[in-house]
């Protein structure tokens, strides 16, 4: 089968928040070109995984190699493309099997860190039901709504 040929891409910025890479790309800006096509061409919009998916597999290696900061750049770009924070737990978990504790410590570190910074909507109390209101208690519909 032949391989699929794309355009390569002109946008030298990181979709990650390194700032070092923006430095080293003044320094080098071919090198950083290439960087900037490999990154498109492995964790891009194009192939069958998404966005999301292609994010939790290169968090799981940072955090297995201990490097919280890469760790919570690659969450927050998970998090743009539709992660919750129950799925980068879970990716947290399942990183731990490989890379034991490191990967662990450093993906649970990095996760509350962005949760305490507000990286995801808090949650929404259930409504009661009516199983739940006291005995005599007239249910409104309007009262906890809001309608």
Do not use: C
Not at 18 to 32: F, G, R, V
Not at 53 to 76: D, F, I, N, P, T
Not at 115 to 122: E, K, R
């Amino acid at each position: 089968m032949p391989a699929k040929t794309t355009t390569p891409s002109d946008d030298l910025t990181n979709p990650y928040g390194y700032s070092e890479m923006d430095w080293a790309a003044q320094l080098d800006p071919a090198y950083a070109a290439a960087r900037a096509e490999v990154r498109r061409l492995s964790v891009g919009e194009e192939g069958t995984l998404s966005v999301k998916v292609k994010e939790l597999v290169v968090m799981g290696v940072l955090a297995s190699r201990g490097l919280q900061y890469g760790v919570a750049a690659h969450m927050r770009r998970a998090i743009d493309h539709g992660a919750t924070k129950e799925e980068l737990f879970e990716a947290i978990k399942a990183a731990a099997v490989p890379g034991g504790g490191v990967a662990y410590s450093v993906g649970v570190r990095a996760l509350q860190a962005l949760d305490q910074a507000g990286a995801f909507p808090p949650p929404t109390p259930p409504s009661p039901s009516r199983s739940q209101l006291p005995v005599g208690h007239k249910y409104s519909f309007r009262e906890n709504h809001g309608a």
